[in-house]
């Protein structure tokens, strides 16, 4: 199994990013789909999650500014991020879940700074 992530990188506060996560060796429609993030000295948090079904939830913070989507026919995992704010700076990751498997990417930095 194998999660991908790209697209991060720096980008000045009020600015957008897409990041994406190709998947492989998962039968990708039946799993959940997440992005999660970690910063210096905190702890790895869920910022966005896409269900097989369909179903999305978010992270209070990150409501109204990130959305998650997903393409089944190209197994890969979106996250589109607009107004970025400095606090947004972590490395994100992307994740897959079924059950009691779960899968990690390597991660991709995203800096948010002037």
């Known amino acids: 199994v194998q999660l991908v992530e790209s697209g991060g990188g720096l980008v000045q506060p009020g600015g957008s990013l897409r990041l994406s996560c190709a998947a492989s060796?998962?039968?990708?429609?039946?799993?959940?789909m997440g992005w999660y993030r970690q910063a210096p000295g905190k702890e790895r948090e869920l910022v966005a999650r896409?269900?097989?079904?369909?179903?999305?939830n978010y992270e209070d913070s990150v409501k109204g500014r990130f959305t998650i989507s997903r393409d089944n026919a190209k197994n890969r995992v979106y996250l589109q991020m607009n107004s970025l704010k400095p606090e947004d700076t972590a490395v994100y990751y992307c994740?897959?879940?079924?059950?009691?498997?779960?899968?990690w990417g390597q991660g991709t930095q995203v800096t948010v700074s002037s």
């Open positions: 060796g998962i039968l990708f429609s039946m799993y959940g």
């Open positions: 896409i269900g097989s079904g369909y179903t999305i």
């Open positions: 994740n897959a879940q079924r059950s009691v498997e779960r899968y």
